[in-house]
Structure formats: C-alpha cells, structure tokens
C-alpha cells in the first residue's frame, strides 16, 4: 500500500503543476512511513514541503494556497495528531464553499494514517474518522487494499471538495495487485469483496482484512459470509449496502473506533430503517471499547479480532 501511494502522489505531482505535497518530515525523509520516499528529490522543495511541526498552520497554509488555485495534498503525520488542525478543518475547510454560496471550493486532500495494530505509543492508533463524517462539507474515505489506495488517492487530489483520506497503517504493508489498465471503481461506492448468503459483514480499512478472514473461518463451518467494504465514510453507498441485506438478511457492521457513537451506530439506524421488512435479526456492531485507546501491550484486548467477529455472527444468525 504504501508503493501505491507514492506511485498516486507521483501521479498527481507531475499531472498537474500546482499540486503540492506538504507534511512533517515529507520531503528529505521520505515521512514516517515512506509514504513520500523520493518526490522530495524529484520534485524539489517548491512542490514536496516539509512544514514546521504545527497541524493548524498545516492545514490554514493549505486553505490559503487553495484559494490562490493550487491543489494542496497535506500528511498528517499520525492520527492523534490532527486535533490541533480540528477547528481550521472543520471550521473552513469544510464549510467555506457553502459559506462562498458555492463560488469557493477548496481541492485540499488531507491524508491521516489512522488506527491501531502497530504497537505505537499514545495518540499514534487513534480512529478518528466519524468526528470528520459526521462535518458536512467533508469527503471521508478509506483504502482497504493497494489498489483502492491508488485510485483512491488520485480520485481525492482530483476532487474539487476537501477530502480526508484516511490510511490503514496496519495495511501498509499489505500486497495487492495494481490494476491501471481498468477503470477504477468510483470514490464513493461501496464494494462486496466476498458474496456469500448468510450474512452481511461490513467494514472499511483496517477491519476489511479481519472480516474476510472471518468469513473464511465461518465458511469451514458452513455459513456464507458477505464481506462489504464500505470504502467510502462519508457520503455512504447504502444502496449497495441495502442490496446485500436483501439477500443475507442480516449484518454485523466491525470498525476499530468506539462502539458508542461510532460509524456503525449511523450504519445500524439507516439500515433498520431501509432493510426493515428484509432483516431478520438486529444490525449488529464490533468496534473498540468506550475508552481511551490503551497501551500497545494490550491492544490486542481493544481490537475488533476474528473472535469478537465470529462471536456477533454466530448471536445475529441465532437471533
């Protein structure tokens, strides 16, 4: 995954002109990740901008550069870090071009590697993706795989909204195939990565793998799992989504964040009320605790597992 970013950042920087990648140590470095290993050298210091270590001045900077017609991709550099940047992101980004009565719009990406699974210390696994979707004016998105994080990207830094892109880290690493000969599926569109007929698991990034490896174990007992990456937090495909209810008749929804007010309460709600006559048995959800996020240690206490997964399947299909 982290390849397929660079190869979209690449992508953008020499498509068009007034793209700029801006972030903690992204030039000379590479970032934390190697996200941006070599733009620097290739792209120079006007185009691939190492920042001071201030989020607020990050994104104001991108806002300002925005206006004046360029196309900034901005790195936070890890999750629990952009809540200094929260009040410029929610406050003007998102709300200028309603503020402008549709005059201003401001193309600013801005790419958060978010979630636990690395054994990081404090404020570096947190999952901050419904704050963002719950912002109107937002475009929220997450890859699950190297291919969805190429298009995806490229489909971001094109759009002329703002967008957050959040990036699994625990997927980093993670191999795919690159398909650039066909056309990529559209940013906002759900994808079923696995049918089945049982039940409908849905998840987005990090918990996409966990769903199809619990599908895989249920299919040794007999069950029929559909797995649906919802690819896209906000706006959401729900028709995709009320289609495979439709045919499976139940759902369990597994995301990293809380539980409490999490992405899949809104998730549970719209599809009780769009699936009522179809579901038999509640929507279900399996994320983290109501607490804070805890020491690498023990995350694996916190983390949605094929356990926990399997445990929410097995109480929807005995409902």
């Known amino acids: 995954m982290v390849q397929a970013l660079n190869d979209a950042l690449r992508f953008a920087l020499e498509e068009n002109p007034r793209t700029l990648v801006m972030g903690e140590d992204v030039g000379r470095l590479g970032g934390v990740f190697r996200v941006t290993e070599h733009l620097h050298k290739d792209f120079g210091d006007e185009r691939v901008v190492d920042t001071p270590l201030a989020e607020s001045g990050i994104v104001g900077t991108a806002i300002g550069l925005a206006l004046r017609g360029f196309r900034p991709v901005l790195e936070i550099q890890f999750d629990g870090f952009v809540y200094p ?10 709300k200028m071009h309603a503020r402008s009565l549709g005059h201003i719009r401001l193309p600013v990406t801005v790419r958060i590697p978010y979630a636990g699974g690395i054994g990081a210390v404090e404020h570096h696994s947190e999952s901050p993706e419904t ?114 209810i439709e045919r499976t008749h139940r759902a369990v929804v597994v995301h990293e964040a809380p539980v409490f007010l999490g992405l899949g309460a809104e998730l549970a709600a719209r599809l009780h009320e769009r699936c009522f006559y179809s579901l038999e048995a509640p929507v279900l959800r399996v994320g983290g605790f109501h607490a804070p996020y805890p020491p690498s240690r023990v995350e694996g206490a916190y983390l949605p597992d094929l356990d926990r997964v399997l445990h929410a399947v097995d109480r929807a299909i005995e409902h």
Not at 85 to 94: E, H, K, P, R, T
Not at 194 to 223: F, H, N, Q, S
Request: with cysteine; aromatic share 8%.
């Open 85 to 94: 940047a929260f009040d410029q992101i929610v406050s003007q980004l998102a």
């Open 131 to 244: 704050y963002f979707a719950h912002t109107a004016g937002l475009r929220v998105v997450s890859p699950a795989d190297a291919n969805d994080a190429y298009w995806m990207l490229r489909q971001s830094i094109a759009s002329d909204d703002p967008v957050i892109f959040l990036e699994p880290k625990r997927r980093y690493w993670d191999k795919a195939e690159l398909d650039t000969s066909a056309a990529p599926r559209g940013l906002h569109e759900a994808a079923v990565v696995r049918p089945g007929r049982d039940l409908t698991l849905i998840a987005y990034g990090p918990t996409v793998k966990v769903c199809l490896e619990a599908a895989a174990a249920a299919a040794d007992e007999g069950r029929s799992l559909e797995v649906v990456d919802l690819r896209s937090l906000s706006p959401v495909d729900f028709g995709t989504l009320q289609r495979s």
